[in-house]
């Protein structure tokens, strides 16, 4: 599985931008699916996941109410949508294809994308 993630950009706080993580493969829905952040400096961080349906959803407390994870299988793809950005959003943003085990923990993953800045200024 390859992962190209796309969307980010520079936002004023308050905006919104679209994450759009498209995979190759034809085994992409039968996996969970997961976004996750690394600021400098710091470590990569869970943001949000998704199971291989849709039909769950998992958020970090410090996006939840902000962001939401979608996904279409019938086009490979995994969403990000992200309103009501902060400062302190400002990252990398990766998708990742989970293995199994703990959903929230980034060593459950393998086939990470190249990841995409959002960069939000106050």
């Known amino acids: 599985v390859q992962l190209q993630a796309s969307g980010g950009g520079l936002v004023q706080a308050g905006g919104s931008l679209r994450l759009s993580c498209a995979a190759s493969?034809?085994?992409?829905?039968?996996?969970?699916m997961g976004w996750f952040r690394q600021a400098p400096g710091k470590e990569r961080e869970f943001v949000a996941a998704?199971?291989?349906?849709?039909?769950?959803?998992y958020y970090a407390d410090s996006v939840k109410g902000r962001f939401t994870i979608s996904r279409d299988n019938a086009k490979n793809t995994v969403y990000l949508q992200m309103n009501s950005l902060k400062p302190e959003d400002t990252a990398v943003y990766y998708c990742?294809?989970?293995?199994?085990?703990?959903?929230?923990?980034?060593?459950?993953?393998?086939?990470w994308g190249q990841g995409t800045q959002v960069t939000v200024s106050s």
């Open positions: 990742a294809t989970q293995l199994g085990g703990d959903i929230y923990s980034p060593l459950q993953y393998g086939y």
């Open positions: 493969g034809r085994t992409f829905s039968r996996h969970s």
């Open positions: 998704i199971n291989w349906s849709g039909t769950s959803t």
